[in-house]
C-alpha cells in the first residue's frame, strides 16, 4: 500500500482524467493564446504519462493477484496487454 507521502505528491487518476478533460475543453473551446496552448499541451502531456504510470502499476498488481499460487507463493502471468 503507498505511503501517505507518495499519495499527497501525485494525484490519483481520477484527479489526472479530471485534469485532462479540462484541458482538453480549454483547448477545444476558449482558443487560448499560441503560447498558452502550448503550456496546457506540455501538461496535458505530463498528466498523459503520470496516468499511465498509474495504470502500469495496477496492471502489476492485477498480474500479481491472479498469478498467486495455493500454496502463497507468487508466478507473474502474461495478461496479453501490449505496451505502449
Do not use: T, W, Y
Not at 475543453?25 to 487560448?32: A, C, F, G, H, V
Not at 505530463?46 to 496492471?59: D, P
Request: aromatic share 2%; proline share 4%.
Amino acid at each position: 500500500m503507498p505511503k501517505k507521502s507518495e499519495e499527497k505528491e501525485s494525484p490519483g487518476f481520477e484527479k489526472v482524467m479530471e485534469r485532462l478533460e479540462e484541458i482538453v475543453e480549454k483547448l477545444d473551446e476558449d482558443q487560448p493564446s499560441l503560447d498558452e496552448s502550448l503550456n496546457l499541451f506540455e501538461e496535458g502531456m505530463s498528466l498523459a504519462r503520470q496516468g499511465e504510470e498509474i495504470l502500469s502499476k495496477a496492471e502489476a498488481r492485477v498480474e500479481k493477484i491472479l498469478s498467486q499460487q495455493d500454496d502463497g507463493s507468487v508466478e507473474a502471468e502474461d495478461l496479453g496487454v501490449e505496451q505502449a
